[in-house]
Protein backbone atom coordinates (compact mmCIF):
# COMPACT_ATOMS: atom_id res chain seq x y z
CA UNK A 1 0.00 0.00 0.00
CA UNK A 2 2.51 2.44 1.04
CA UNK A 3 4.69 1.54 -2.22
CA UNK A 4 1.24 2.34 -4.47
CA UNK A 5 1.11 5.70 -2.47
CA UNK A 6 4.56 6.72 -3.78
CA UNK A 7 3.57 5.91 -7.14
CA UNK A 8 0.84 7.69 -6.97
CA UNK A 9 3.27 10.93 -5.27
CA UNK A 10 5.25 10.44 -8.12
CA UNK A 11 3.91 10.72 -10.48
CA UNK A 12 1.87 13.99 -9.60
CA UNK A 13 5.23 15.65 -8.67
CA UNK A 14 6.55 14.49 -12.68
CA UNK A 15 4.81 17.88 -14.12
CA UNK A 16 6.03 20.20 -11.35
CA UNK A 17 9.14 19.06 -11.88
CA UNK A 18 9.49 18.36 -15.74
CA UNK A 19 8.16 22.57 -16.18
CA UNK A 20 11.48 24.63 -16.68
CA UNK A 21 10.67 27.91 -15.28
CA UNK A 22 12.59 30.93 -15.51
CA UNK A 23 12.65 34.66 -14.32
CA UNK A 24 13.58 38.18 -15.74
CA UNK A 25 17.13 38.09 -14.25
CA UNK A 26 18.26 34.82 -15.40
CA UNK A 27 17.51 35.69 -18.78
CA UNK A 28 19.92 38.87 -18.05
CA UNK A 29 22.37 36.18 -16.67
CA UNK A 30 22.20 34.00 -19.44
CA UNK A 31 22.80 36.93 -22.31
CA UNK A 32 25.49 38.00 -20.59
CA UNK A 33 27.37 34.66 -19.96
CA UNK A 34 26.43 32.79 -23.36
CA UNK A 35 26.30 35.99 -25.82
CA UNK A 36 29.23 35.47 -28.62
CA UNK A 37 30.46 39.56 -27.64
CA UNK A 38 31.12 38.23 -24.69
CA UNK A 39 33.76 35.81 -25.39
CA UNK A 40 35.68 38.51 -26.47
CA UNK A 41 36.48 39.73 -23.03
CA UNK A 42 38.89 36.09 -22.51
CA UNK A 43 40.38 36.62 -25.68
CA UNK A 44 41.67 40.11 -24.89
CA UNK A 45 42.81 39.07 -21.54
CA UNK A 46 44.72 36.27 -23.24
CA UNK A 47 45.93 38.63 -25.24
CA UNK A 48 46.83 40.81 -22.54
CA UNK A 49 48.97 38.51 -20.78
CA UNK A 50 51.08 38.16 -24.34
CA UNK A 51 51.50 41.41 -25.00
CA UNK A 52 52.34 41.60 -21.09
CA UNK A 53 55.18 39.55 -21.32
CA UNK A 54 56.32 41.17 -24.55
CA UNK A 55 57.08 43.99 -22.10
CA UNK A 56 58.75 42.67 -19.42
CA UNK A 57 60.89 40.63 -21.67
CA UNK A 58 62.40 43.58 -22.09
CA UNK A 59 64.14 44.00 -19.23
CA UNK A 60 65.74 40.28 -19.69
CA UNK A 61 69.43 39.91 -21.28
CA UNK A 62 68.71 40.29 -25.26
CA UNK A 63 71.02 37.70 -27.37
CA UNK A 64 72.14 37.91 -30.56
CA UNK A 65 74.76 36.23 -32.95
CA UNK A 66 75.76 37.56 -36.26
CA UNK A 67 77.92 35.48 -39.03
CA UNK A 68 79.52 37.60 -42.02
CA UNK A 69 82.05 36.68 -44.98
CA UNK A 70 82.25 39.35 -47.37
CA UNK A 71 85.13 40.24 -50.46
CA UNK A 72 86.49 43.05 -50.92
CA UNK A 73 87.74 44.98 -54.27
CA UNK A 74 90.38 46.65 -52.32
CA UNK A 75 91.99 46.97 -48.62
CA UNK A 76 94.11 49.28 -46.43
CA UNK A 77 97.88 48.78 -47.04
CA UNK A 78 100.78 50.18 -45.19
CA UNK A 79 102.45 52.49 -47.55
CA UNK A 80 105.82 51.82 -45.31
CA UNK A 81 108.87 49.81 -48.11
CA UNK A 82 110.52 47.01 -47.26
CA UNK A 83 107.59 46.86 -44.04
CA UNK A 84 106.75 43.46 -42.45
CA UNK A 85 103.27 44.25 -42.53
CA UNK A 86 101.21 41.59 -44.82
CA UNK A 87 98.21 43.49 -46.26
CA UNK A 88 94.82 42.55 -45.43
CA UNK A 89 93.04 39.51 -47.62
CA UNK A 90 90.07 40.27 -49.72
CA UNK A 91 88.22 37.98 -48.55
CA UNK A 92 87.31 38.77 -44.32
CA UNK A 93 84.91 36.56 -42.20
CA UNK A 94 83.17 37.31 -39.14
CA UNK A 95 80.93 35.66 -36.28
CA UNK A 96 80.12 37.49 -32.97
CA UNK A 97 78.33 36.61 -29.99
CA UNK A 98 76.54 39.62 -28.22
CA UNK A 99 74.56 40.02 -25.44
CA UNK A 100 72.80 43.31 -24.36
CA UNK A 101 71.14 43.96 -20.94
CA UNK A 102 68.88 47.19 -20.11
CA UNK A 103 70.24 48.99 -16.92
CA UNK A 104 67.69 52.07 -16.91
CA UNK A 105 65.41 53.16 -19.31
CA UNK A 106 63.40 55.61 -16.83
CA UNK A 107 60.27 53.59 -16.10
CA UNK A 108 59.42 52.53 -19.39
CA UNK A 109 58.80 49.59 -19.37
CA UNK A 110 56.03 49.74 -16.18
CA UNK A 111 54.73 52.73 -17.35
CA UNK A 112 53.94 50.54 -20.84
CA UNK A 113 52.25 47.54 -18.74
CA UNK A 114 50.24 50.64 -16.97
CA UNK A 115 48.83 51.24 -20.95
CA UNK A 116 48.15 47.86 -21.62
CA UNK A 117 46.34 47.48 -18.28
CA UNK A 118 44.19 50.43 -19.10
CA UNK A 119 43.72 49.61 -22.93
CA UNK A 120 42.61 45.71 -21.32
CA UNK A 121 39.96 47.57 -18.57
CA UNK A 122 38.45 49.57 -21.26
CA UNK A 123 37.67 46.99 -24.00
CA UNK A 124 35.96 45.06 -21.48
CA UNK A 125 34.28 47.49 -20.13
CA UNK A 126 33.37 48.62 -23.45
CA UNK A 127 31.85 44.72 -24.23
CA UNK A 128 29.80 44.93 -20.81
CA UNK A 129 28.49 48.10 -22.26
CA UNK A 130 27.54 46.38 -25.65
CA UNK A 131 25.66 43.42 -24.00
CA UNK A 132 24.05 45.64 -21.41
CA UNK A 133 22.15 47.32 -24.08
CA UNK A 134 20.23 44.14 -25.27
CA UNK A 135 18.43 44.13 -21.69
CA UNK A 136 15.96 46.26 -23.57
CA UNK A 137 15.64 43.60 -26.24
CA UNK A 138 15.65 40.81 -23.38
CA UNK A 139 12.68 43.24 -21.65
CA UNK A 140 10.56 43.04 -24.63
CA UNK A 141 10.62 39.47 -25.50
CA UNK A 142 10.59 38.57 -22.11
CA UNK A 143 7.12 41.08 -21.15
CA UNK A 144 5.83 39.87 -24.48
CA UNK A 145 5.71 36.28 -23.45
CA UNK A 146 4.15 37.19 -20.44
CA UNK A 147 1.51 38.84 -22.20
CA UNK A 148 1.00 35.51 -24.39
CA UNK A 149 1.13 33.69 -21.23
CA UNK A 150 -2.00 36.09 -19.29
CA UNK A 151 -3.85 36.10 -22.63
CA UNK A 152 -4.00 32.17 -22.47
CA UNK A 153 -4.89 31.65 -19.26
CA UNK A 154 -7.67 34.40 -20.20
CA UNK A 155 -9.28 32.18 -23.28
CA UNK A 156 -8.90 29.25 -21.62
CA UNK A 157 -10.71 31.20 -18.13
CA UNK A 158 -13.20 32.17 -21.00
CA UNK A 159 -13.61 28.58 -22.69
CA UNK A 160 -14.38 27.35 -19.35
CA UNK A 161 -17.01 29.60 -18.53
CA UNK A 162 -18.65 28.99 -22.34
CA UNK A 163 -18.17 25.45 -21.48
CA UNK A 164 -20.40 25.69 -18.30
CA UNK A 165 -23.25 28.15 -20.07
CA UNK A 166 -23.29 25.70 -22.65
CA UNK A 167 -24.58 23.14 -20.40
CA UNK A 168 -27.43 24.87 -19.10
CA UNK A 169 -28.39 26.00 -22.51
CA UNK A 170 -28.81 22.74 -23.61
CA UNK A 171 -30.86 21.75 -20.42
CA UNK A 172 -32.70 25.07 -20.92
CA UNK A 173 -32.90 23.40 -24.86
CA UNK A 174 -34.08 20.10 -23.27
CA UNK A 175 -36.69 21.21 -21.05
CA UNK A 176 -38.25 23.65 -23.64
CA UNK A 177 -37.16 27.00 -22.05
CA UNK A 178 -34.69 27.94 -24.76
CA UNK A 179 -34.55 28.61 -28.44
CA UNK A 180 -33.10 24.57 -30.09
CA UNK A 181 -30.05 27.25 -32.24
CA UNK A 182 -29.32 28.52 -29.06
CA UNK A 183 -26.42 26.39 -28.03
CA UNK A 184 -25.23 26.37 -31.37
CA UNK A 185 -23.83 29.84 -31.08
CA UNK A 186 -22.09 28.80 -28.07
CA UNK A 187 -20.53 26.12 -29.86
CA UNK A 188 -18.97 28.22 -32.52
CA UNK A 189 -17.86 30.92 -30.07
CA UNK A 190 -15.97 27.73 -28.65
CA UNK A 191 -14.51 26.74 -31.85
CA UNK A 192 -13.44 30.80 -32.10
CA UNK A 193 -11.38 30.32 -29.01
CA UNK A 194 -9.64 27.30 -30.00
CA UNK A 195 -8.71 28.95 -33.16
CA UNK A 196 -7.64 31.99 -30.99
CA UNK A 197 -5.54 29.44 -28.08
CA UNK A 198 -3.69 27.84 -31.23
CA UNK A 199 -2.49 31.35 -32.56
CA UNK A 200 -1.56 32.20 -29.15
CA UNK A 201 0.32 29.39 -28.45
CA UNK A 202 2.40 29.56 -31.73
CA UNK A 203 3.07 33.13 -31.20
CA UNK A 204 4.45 32.28 -27.82
CA UNK A 205 6.63 29.81 -29.13
CA UNK A 206 8.13 31.98 -31.54
CA UNK A 207 8.86 34.34 -29.30
CA UNK A 208 10.54 31.81 -26.61
CA UNK A 209 12.51 30.44 -30.04
CA UNK A 210 13.54 34.18 -30.39
CA UNK A 211 15.14 35.01 -26.61
CA UNK A 212 16.44 31.18 -26.66
CA UNK A 213 18.72 32.00 -29.50
CA UNK A 214 19.86 35.52 -27.76
CA UNK A 215 20.63 33.55 -24.65
CA UNK A 216 21.83 30.52 -26.29
CA UNK A 217 20.04 28.44 -23.60
CA UNK A 218 16.80 26.15 -25.10
CA UNK A 219 13.60 26.82 -23.94
CA UNK A 220 10.19 25.40 -25.03
CA UNK A 221 6.30 26.38 -24.84
CA UNK A 222 6.00 24.76 -21.59
CA UNK A 223 8.42 27.08 -19.60
CA UNK A 224 6.52 29.33 -16.82
CA UNK A 225 8.05 32.65 -17.54
CA UNK A 226 7.69 34.25 -13.88
CA UNK A 227 6.14 37.42 -13.74
CA UNK A 228 8.77 39.82 -11.80
CA UNK A 229 7.51 42.38 -9.09
CA UNK A 230 9.24 45.77 -10.11
CA UNK A 231 8.36 47.94 -7.59
CA UNK A 232 7.78 51.56 -8.76
CA UNK A 233 11.46 53.75 -9.03
CA UNK A 234 12.34 55.59 -5.81
CA UNK A 235 15.33 57.10 -7.10
CA UNK A 236 17.01 58.20 -10.29
CA UNK A 237 20.81 57.53 -9.78
CA UNK A 238 22.67 56.47 -12.57
CA UNK A 239 24.61 53.55 -12.55
CA UNK A 240 25.29 52.62 -16.18
CA UNK A 241 28.54 50.90 -17.19
CA UNK A 242 28.75 53.75 -19.70
CA UNK A 243 30.08 56.22 -17.29
CA UNK A 244 32.85 53.53 -16.10
CA UNK A 245 33.83 52.98 -19.32
CA UNK A 246 34.23 56.85 -20.11
CA UNK A 247 36.32 56.83 -17.02
CA UNK A 248 38.47 53.82 -17.59
CA UNK A 249 38.91 55.35 -21.03
CA UNK A 250 40.33 58.76 -18.77
CA UNK A 251 42.99 56.41 -17.12
CA UNK A 252 43.85 55.24 -20.40
CA UNK A 253 44.91 58.84 -21.24
CA UNK A 254 46.58 59.47 -18.19
CA UNK A 255 48.74 56.69 -18.72
CA UNK A 256 49.45 57.10 -22.51
CA UNK A 257 50.33 60.60 -21.20
CA UNK A 258 52.99 58.98 -18.71
CA UNK A 259 54.57 56.76 -21.24
CA UNK A 260 54.97 59.59 -23.30
CA UNK A 261 56.73 61.32 -20.64
CA UNK A 262 58.91 58.29 -20.33
CA UNK A 263 60.16 58.05 -23.75
CA UNK A 264 62.13 60.36 -23.64
CA UNK A 265 64.44 59.25 -20.61
CA UNK A 266 67.56 58.73 -20.78
CA UNK A 267 68.31 54.96 -21.58
CA UNK A 268 71.24 52.83 -20.21
CA UNK A 269 72.29 49.65 -21.86
CA UNK A 270 75.47 46.98 -20.93
CA UNK A 271 76.89 45.04 -23.85
CA UNK A 272 79.21 42.59 -24.04
CA UNK A 273 80.41 40.77 -27.33
CA UNK A 274 82.96 38.31 -28.11
CA UNK A 275 83.82 37.21 -31.65
CA UNK A 276 85.89 35.11 -34.34
CA UNK A 277 87.35 36.29 -37.72
CA UNK A 278 89.66 37.27 -39.59
CA UNK A 279 91.34 40.24 -39.28
CA UNK A 280 89.90 40.24 -35.69
CA UNK A 281 90.37 43.48 -34.25
CA UNK A 282 93.68 43.74 -34.64
CA UNK A 283 93.53 44.99 -38.22
CA UNK A 284 97.31 44.67 -38.60
CA UNK A 285 96.97 40.90 -38.12
CA UNK A 286 95.95 39.39 -40.98
CA UNK A 287 94.98 35.90 -39.23
CA UNK A 288 91.65 34.25 -37.52
CA UNK A 289 91.91 35.25 -33.87
CA UNK A 290 89.15 35.71 -31.23
CA UNK A 291 88.19 39.13 -29.77
CA UNK A 292 85.94 40.54 -27.31
CA UNK A 293 84.35 44.10 -26.49
CA UNK A 294 82.27 44.95 -23.04
CA UNK A 295 80.94 48.41 -22.40
CA UNK A 296 77.73 50.35 -21.24
CA UNK A 297 75.68 52.75 -24.01
CA UNK A 298 73.64 55.66 -23.48
CA UNK A 299 70.90 57.24 -25.52
CA UNK A 300 69.28 60.48 -24.73
CA UNK A 301 66.78 62.50 -26.69
CA UNK A 302 67.17 65.60 -25.05
CA UNK A 303 65.18 67.90 -28.04
CA UNK A 304 62.19 66.35 -29.51
CA UNK A 305 61.61 69.52 -31.02
CA UNK A 306 58.61 69.65 -28.98
CA UNK A 307 56.86 67.11 -29.88
CA UNK A 308 56.18 65.31 -26.68
CA UNK A 309 54.90 68.40 -25.41
CA UNK A 310 52.20 68.71 -28.28
CA UNK A 311 51.17 65.40 -27.92
CA UNK A 312 50.30 66.13 -24.04
CA UNK A 313 47.97 68.52 -25.04
CA UNK A 314 46.49 66.46 -27.36
CA UNK A 315 46.01 63.90 -24.79
CA UNK A 316 44.76 66.59 -22.29
CA UNK A 317 42.21 67.64 -24.94
CA UNK A 318 41.10 64.43 -25.71
CA UNK A 319 40.15 63.88 -22.08
CA UNK A 320 38.05 67.37 -22.21
CA UNK A 321 36.09 65.33 -25.56
CA UNK A 322 35.52 62.54 -22.99
CA UNK A 323 34.14 65.08 -20.44
CA UNK A 324 31.70 66.58 -23.11
CA UNK A 325 30.76 63.36 -23.99
CA UNK A 326 30.17 61.85 -19.97
CA UNK A 327 28.05 65.33 -19.60
CA UNK A 328 25.70 64.37 -23.32
CA UNK A 329 25.35 60.65 -21.97
CA UNK A 330 24.16 61.78 -18.53
CA UNK A 331 22.01 64.76 -20.05
CA UNK A 332 20.31 61.75 -22.27
CA UNK A 333 19.56 59.19 -19.96
CA UNK A 334 18.03 61.94 -17.54
CA UNK A 335 15.73 62.84 -20.34
CA UNK A 336 14.57 59.30 -21.06
CA UNK A 337 14.51 58.64 -16.89
CA UNK A 338 12.11 61.38 -17.39
CA UNK A 339 9.70 60.13 -20.04
CA UNK A 340 10.01 56.53 -18.77
CA UNK A 341 8.46 57.73 -15.38
CA UNK A 342 5.64 59.35 -16.98
CA UNK A 343 5.15 56.40 -19.48
CA UNK A 344 4.70 54.79 -16.07
CA UNK A 345 2.15 57.03 -14.22
CA UNK A 346 -0.10 57.72 -17.14
CA UNK A 347 -0.29 53.49 -17.28
CA UNK A 348 -1.17 53.51 -13.96
CA UNK A 349 -3.57 55.71 -13.69
CA UNK A 350 -4.95 53.90 -16.81
CA UNK A 351 -5.45 50.46 -15.08
CA UNK A 352 -7.43 52.06 -12.53
CA UNK A 353 -9.93 53.29 -15.05
CA UNK A 354 -9.68 49.47 -16.25
CA UNK A 355 -10.28 47.72 -13.35
CA UNK A 356 -13.55 50.41 -13.06
CA UNK A 357 -14.65 49.26 -16.52
CA UNK A 358 -14.27 45.85 -15.45
CA UNK A 359 -15.88 46.15 -12.71
CA UNK A 360 -19.22 47.45 -14.86
CA UNK A 361 -18.95 44.73 -17.31
CA UNK A 362 -18.64 42.21 -14.79
CA UNK A 363 -22.45 43.74 -13.39
CA UNK A 364 -23.46 43.41 -17.26
CA UNK A 365 -22.39 39.83 -17.45
CA UNK A 366 -24.42 38.63 -14.04
CA UNK A 367 -27.47 40.38 -16.15
CA UNK A 368 -27.35 38.97 -18.75
CA UNK A 369 -26.12 35.45 -17.49
CA UNK A 370 -29.73 35.54 -15.61
CA UNK A 371 -31.67 37.18 -19.09
CA UNK A 372 -29.74 34.28 -21.06
CA UNK A 373 -31.37 31.40 -18.63
CA UNK A 374 -34.73 32.71 -18.29
CA UNK A 375 -35.05 33.25 -22.37
CA UNK A 376 -35.11 37.09 -22.42
CA UNK A 377 -31.46 37.84 -24.23
CA UNK A 378 -30.75 35.30 -27.26
CA UNK A 379 -26.58 33.55 -26.91
CA UNK A 380 -26.02 36.07 -29.39
CA UNK A 381 -26.45 38.92 -26.83
CA UNK A 382 -24.81 37.20 -24.37
CA UNK A 383 -21.80 36.01 -25.93
CA UNK A 384 -21.23 39.97 -26.62
CA UNK A 385 -21.06 41.12 -23.71
CA UNK A 386 -18.65 38.21 -22.45
CA UNK A 387 -16.36 38.87 -25.75
CA UNK A 388 -16.81 42.74 -24.22
CA UNK A 389 -15.71 41.63 -20.62
CA UNK A 390 -12.65 39.21 -21.99
CA UNK A 391 -11.62 41.94 -24.41
CA UNK A 392 -11.09 44.19 -21.52
CA UNK A 393 -10.05 42.01 -19.19
CA UNK A 394 -6.85 41.48 -21.79
CA UNK A 395 -6.92 45.42 -21.81
CA UNK A 396 -6.08 45.20 -18.33
CA UNK A 397 -3.46 42.29 -18.46
CA UNK A 398 -1.78 44.21 -21.59
CA UNK A 399 -1.67 47.54 -19.44
CA UNK A 400 -0.05 45.69 -16.41
CA UNK A 401 2.59 44.25 -18.33
CA UNK A 402 3.52 47.40 -19.89
CA UNK A 403 3.63 49.10 -16.67
CA UNK A 404 6.36 46.27 -15.99
CA UNK A 405 8.01 46.49 -18.79
CA UNK A 406 8.39 50.49 -18.80
CA UNK A 407 9.88 49.75 -15.00
CA UNK A 408 11.88 47.48 -15.72
CA UNK A 409 12.99 49.48 -18.93
CA UNK A 410 13.62 52.63 -16.61
CA UNK A 411 15.35 50.43 -14.08
CA UNK A 412 17.84 49.24 -17.11
CA UNK A 413 18.11 53.22 -18.36
CA UNK A 414 19.15 53.90 -14.70
CA UNK A 415 21.88 51.17 -14.82
CA UNK A 416 19.89 49.16 -11.87
Known sequence: MKRILFILLYITMIPSMAQQSITLEDCYNLVAQNYPLAKQSQLFEAQNVLDTDVITNSKLPQLYLDAKATYQSDVIEVPIPNSSIEPQNKDQYRATFSVNQLIYNGGLTDAS??????????????????????????????????????????????????????????????????????????????????????????????????????????LDASTFFQNP???????????????????????????????????NMPKLHGFATGGYGNPGLNMLDNSFQTFYTVGVNLHWNVFDWNSSKKQQESFSINKDILDTETETFILNTNIELNKQQKEIDKIALIIESDQEIINLRKNVLQISESQLKN??????????????????????????????????????????
Do not use: C, W
Open 113 to 218: LKVKSAQLKTKQKQIETDIYKLKFQVNQLFFSILLVQESYELLEAKKAQLKSKLKEVQSGIKYGTLLPSSDKILEVELLKINQQLIEVENNKIILIETLSRLMSQQ
Open 375 to 416: GVITSSAYITELTNLYEDENILVRHRIQLQLAKANYNVIKGQ
Open 229 to 263: IIESPLHSDLNRPELELFQFKKEEIESSKFLLSKQ
